[in-house]
């Protein structure tokens, strides 16, 4: 579909969905913060591509970042119709045959699914064009952004990471962040549930060095590919190939025996020396608004780097939601669930993964339930299922229910016997889960609303003005909507409050849930504060039961204290340098009205700098 990503941007000029900015800017900072802001406008803004950068090359941002350049970079006019394909072959392809004459009329499906593995080509690809090998190739002369000032440093935000088993020879193509050390070595950061690390520990057996090679830019769809819920063991590309119904044309990477996209626009090649030590890494401003602290990690060393005549290079900027990355994960949520319905639970009806919930965290489940229990089953399937299992919060509904509508779902949580209606384990984490005690494992929560009557009188929640006692210092301005509307109370507490204590001394009848938050976030919205609750909370230590209340403690945990995290980190924000820059020089942009950096609304949830909480 797309020759190269400079003909995606062209699409996307065309199509409206792209802002020049050819004012010189800086990739230390300047870069990420215009992104933010714009990426904040209704509907994700539109694409950037910095045209003048200190390194030369072209930047590009939020190329991914609203449901229709999404949709643009997957070659279709809205998400659904991948959905529809994919559900469309499936039924194909499981359907039973009933004739001999079904099974020819199956050959023409089966010729075609072939054409849809990747293709190997003997030559040199477009991404090879210009080639520095040795010690000419500098990882610093790439305009790799630095996007927070507390990051490590600068970061590689979308590289395609191409890895191989050693036993079996099968690929992976995969979305690792890499940080740069120096000229030529940068930091690997795949998680220990990841493939990438498994690879790693295979060739650590062996005792044998791993090669690597990482693709940045090319078509779209390689991106998207990288970030996919694939099964183990399935080629990416095989991905890329149906959605593009043509193959991906691999070349050959220069100083390795990796295949690469011919079409990308750079190639970082080298290999990982599995008897060294690992190296630490980071911090970075994640994906889930908070920082991912320092830990240790592979190193590449790095014995290529290639690259197109007309080379972009493409970054992501991630941090509060929303973000960038919610429009990927909402095409995950439309192109997958078929998959998730035929091979893994044949009685969920839909899904989707709310933005506030950053990919993870939160779940809307609906089900064509026949018996009971069958929503703790649901729950407990997809908590043991590839990418689910990183899941922490589930809500199950009932066939029929609309569970994309905010009213619907709060009809139900406000009818409910709390006690009654949870589901609690344990289970894998994602690595970035800050929250949680021990690294990748803690717990997890389902609510099973399949047996609630969204249309039955719900329990009257007695007229009271709580007394703020005991350490509960303010209640949000919403308090009395959301409390009618979900049955759910918001309250603000000094990190030394009694919550329990306070739960007694007011009369919470008919009340289901209350959720405390620090006196720093008061002020947030309904959104951020579920944003917030999701992140910092562990279900088996901060949820409790009140009687017949569930009480959420969605404080920042001081570490090492009472079963909390050893570190705990700071939420994504700009410095006040960084935003000031961007403040005097926005009229230069040509990005339209001014808009307002959202560092300064989240700068109150800062922690303190001291080593006591980061380190």
């Known amino acids: 579909m797309y020759k190269s990503l400079r003909h995606f941007i062209g699409i996307l000029e065309r199509e409206g969905e792209l802002q020049r900015i050819g004012t ?7 870069i990420a913060e215009i992104t933010d802001r714009i990426s904040q406008a209704p509907d994700g803004g539109r694409a950037l591509l910095f045209e003048n950068t200190e390194e030369g090359i072209p930047v590009a941002t939020n190329l991914f970042g609203s ?3 999404m949709a643009l970079a997957l070659g279709v006019d809205s998400l659904d119709v991948i959905g529809k394909r994919i559900e469309a072959l499936l039924h194909q392809v499981t359907a039973p045959d009933k004739s001999f004459g079904d099974k020819l009329r199956m050959l ?10 990747p293709k190997k080509i003997s030559r040199r690809g477009a991404c090879q064009e210009i080639a520095d090998i040795g010690d000419d190739a500098d990882l610093t002369r790439l305009p790799v952004l630095k996007c927070r000032e507390l990051d490590g440093g600068r970061f590689v935000t979308l590289p395609v990471v191409h890895t191989e088993d050693p036993d079996t020879g099968m690929r992976n193509a995969g979305m690792y962040r890499m940080q740069i050390f120096d000229r030529h070595t940068a930091g690997m950061h795949w998680h220990i549930h990841k493939t990438g690390a498994r690879h790693y520990d295979a060739y650590r057996r062996r005792g044998e060095r791993m090669p690597v090679s990482v693709a940045v830019g090319g078509d779209p769809v390689y991106a998207y590919c990288a970030t996919a819920p694939m099964p183990d063991n399935m080629d990416e590309y095989l991905l890329a190939g149906f959605l593009r119904r043509k193959p991906v044309r691999l070349v050959k990477s220069l100083t390795n025996d990796i295949w690469i996209p011919e079409d990308c626009d750079f190639v970082i090649e080298g290999y990982v020396d599995t008897s060294e030590a690992k190296l630490p890494e980071g911090p970075f401003g994640d994906h889930t608004g908070f920082f991912s602290l320092t830990d240790l990690y592979p190193r590449l060393h790095v014995t290529a780097v290639t690259r197109r005549r007309d080379a972009v290079w493409p970054a992501t900027v991630v941090g509060i939601p929303p973000q960038e990355d919610a429009y ?9 669930l078929a998959p998730i319905r035929l091979v893994l639970q044949p009685e969920i009806v839909d899904m989707t993964m709310p933005v506030a919930g950053t990919a993870h965290n939160i779940a809307v489940v609906s089900l064509a339930g026949r018996y009971d229990g069958q929503a703790v089953k649901t729950a407990q399937s997809l908590w043991g299922a590839g990418q689910m299992m990183f899941n922490k919060y589930m809500m199950l509904t009932s066939e029929g229910t609309e569970i994309r509508d905010c009213d619907t779902l709060a009809a139900l949580v406000r009818r409910a016997d709390v006690g009654r209606n949870i589901v609690r384990s344990e289970g894998i984490l994602d690595v970035l889960d800050h929250a949680t005690a021990t690294c990748g494992f803690g717990g997890k929560m389902a609510f099973d609303a399949t047996g609630i009557d969204p249309r039955s009188e719900a329990v009257k929640i007695e007229s009271f003005e709580p007394s703020l006692s005991h350490g509960v210092t303010a209640i949000p301005e919403f308090y009395a909507s959301t409390l009618e509307k979900w049955g759910a109370a918001v309250f603000f507490a000094r990190e030394d409050a009694d919550i329990e204590a306070f739960l007694s001394a007011n009369d919470m009848r008919g009340v289901n849930c209350a959720l405390f938050f620090d006196e720093r976030a008061c002020g947030l919205g309904a ?17 409790v039961l009140c009687g017949s209340l569930l009480a959420f403690d969605a404080r920042s945990k001081r570490p090492r204290k009472a079963g909390n995290p050893d570190r705990f980190p700071n939420v994504v924000v700009s410095s006040p340098a960084t935003v000031a820059k961007v403040d005097g020089r926005w009229p230069q942009y040509g990005a339209g009205e001014f808009i307002p950096s959202p560092s300064e609304r989240y700068r109150r949830l800062m922690l303190s700098d001291s080593e006591e909480w980061q380190s």
């Not at 990927?328 to 997958?336: C, D, P, Q, V, Y």
């Open 67 to 69: 449901e229709r350049r």
């Open 527 to 543: 959104e951020e504060l579920l944003w917030l609750a999701a992140a910092n909370t562990d279900p088996r230590r901060d949820a």
């Open 108 to 117: 023409p499906l089966l010729a075609g699914m072939s054409k849809w593995f």
């Open 328 to 336: 990927i994960a909402l095409a995950t949520e439309k192109i997958f």
């Open 24 to 30: 010189r800017v800086s990739t230390d900072c300047e």
